[in-house]
């Protein structure tokens, strides 16, 4: 067998080919170089997902499943598909898993369109709660097809609020129930949400796509054995590609197989199939624990360090690998703190509190996250640095100078940290 390693091309690179694309994905893997990379959905992938992604599996037409395929040629695909569903199942401890969904929107999709019939009622997080746009927001097909009927926060403590979310299954019957949020720093009750499910005969779905590499490494707890169906993504604390996994119980295997093919897609994008195969491969190592457990940690002394000097935490804290900022207090709006964090090399996101009275398109708030910076290996007195900077650019979100001068700092401290799948 011939070994990559011994190929050399004989075509022109990328750079000579297309000169403008070239320099534009070069001055991307820059800045994410020198920026400090606190979105709480991004990630680093390795130089191994890395090379799977931008593999020649690109190249290829798989439609249908292992052993089953409308195509020839799948002797490599199908021991790649069958090794990503096979890593995958092992590590969150799930039956059945469907690698294909392009995405964490199709996922959700997929499981619609398996378990629902349109009008069927669904429940999930509402988007203003931090739930996710398919959890049956109005703007999303999921709220226009579906019934949606969305529960929300506890006023007091801006926690899940379990108690209306039994009120409203017992009054609304949903087929379907989510969980599963997008900024949400909290643990998420799985078991409160698999009874509440019970009690009124509904499909318990877990959309873990946030924290997935949490999950697998034990510090989140999981929804295996009490969710009927598992989503997620795999790009953000799993570390893998971007991509979207539907995971099950054996008995709806069939269902959630046909609808993602032929259901809603066609071929699987096989380079997407594999490098997901090697995160799950990496996850599965004892490192990704420590990775994991240091997300955690880091999220933690990020809160603690932002409190202390006067910003405001929607519910206090963190649990998880993400922190949401209400700036209310402090005077300037998400929008403006973002990109005045942008300029200075800290990239996060504005993103609406619970019950924000501003709108989404400038909302009060700010999400961030350390799944990113914790993959380059920075730790506490690095999260310590982070808190400083970022309160002094919402001091001064005008300052110029200050932000430039701030800027240069990330970018030293950054040039410590090389992350990977980056060139250095
Ligand atoms: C990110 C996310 C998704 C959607 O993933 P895309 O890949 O952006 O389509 C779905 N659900 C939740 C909870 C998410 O956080």
């Known amino acids: 067998m011939s070994t990559p390693a011994t190929r050399t091309w004989h075509e022109p690179s990328l750079a ?7 320099r534009l994905i070069d001055e991307e893997e820059r800045r994410e170089a020198d920026t400090l990379r606190i979105i709480a959905s991004e990630n680093y992938v390795s130089r191994a997902v890395l090379e799977a992604s931008a593999s020649v599996l690109t190249n290829k037409y798989s439609e249908g499943y292992a052993g089953k395929r409308y195509y ?12 990503a569903c096979s890593r995958m199942a092992a590590l969150f401890g799930m039956e059945h898993v469907n690698v294909q969904p392009y995405s964490g929107s199709p996922a959700n999709l997929a499981v619609y369109f398996a378990l629902l019939s349109p009008g069927d009622t669904v429940m999930g997080l509402g988007l203003a709660s931090g739930g996710h746009l398919t959890h049956g927001h ?13 529960y929300g926060l506890r006023a007091s403590d801006a926690r899940i609020d379990l108690d209306q979310v039994r009120a409203l299954a017992k009054e609304h019957r949903p087929k379907l129930i989510f969980c599963g949020t997008t900024a949400y720093p909290r643990t998420i009750d799985f078991a409160a949400f698999g009874e509440i499910a019970r009690e009124v005969g509904a499909v318990l779905a877990a959309d873990i796509s946030h924290i997935s590499g949490l999950v ?8 295996a054995g009490i969710a009927d169906v598992v989503t997620t993504t795999t790009h953000k604390t799993l570390r893998g590609p971007r991509g979207g996994v539907v995971m099950c119980k ?36 004892p490192s990704f624990k420590v990775y994991a457990q240091a997300i955690v940690d880091n999220a933690k002394a990020l809160a603690e360090g932002l409190s202390a000097r006067g910003f405001d935490l929607v ?10 900022i209400d700036l209310t207090k402090k005077g300037v709006t998400g929008k403006v703190a973002a990109k005045a964090l942008d300029r200075a090399g800290i990239v996060g996101n504005y993103n609406a509190i619970p019950n924000d009275p501003r ?28 808190a400083a900077w970022m309160d002094e650019v919402v001091q001064a979100p005008g300052d110029d100078a200050r932000i430039a001068r701030i800027a240069g700092e990330v970018k030293e401290l950054c040039a410590g940290f090389p992350a990977p799948g980056l060139r250095v």
């Open 359 to 386: 709108k989404p398109f400038d909302p009060s708030g700010l999400r961030i996250g350390t799944p990113a910076v914790t993959s380059r290996g920075m730790g506490l007195a690095e999260m310590a640095k982070l």
């Open 216 to 223: 697998v490494a034990g510090v989140h707890p999981s929804p």
């Open 72 to 83: 020839e040629g799948q002797q490599s695909i199908d021991p790649i598909e069958q090794l």
């Open 138 to 150: 109005a703007v999303s097909i999921t709220g226009k097809y579906f019934k949606s009927v969305p």
């Open 250 to 285: 054996q008995s709806l295997a069939a269902a959630i197989d046909k609808a993602v093919f032929p259901g809603l897609q066609g071929g699987p994008h096989n380079h997407t199939t594999a490098a997901i195969a090697v995160a799950a491969h990496e996850a599965a190592r």
């Open 315 to 324: 519910t206090g804290g963190t649990d998880n690998h993400l922190i949401l």
């Open 16 to 22: 000579e080919v297309d000169p403008e694309i070239a």
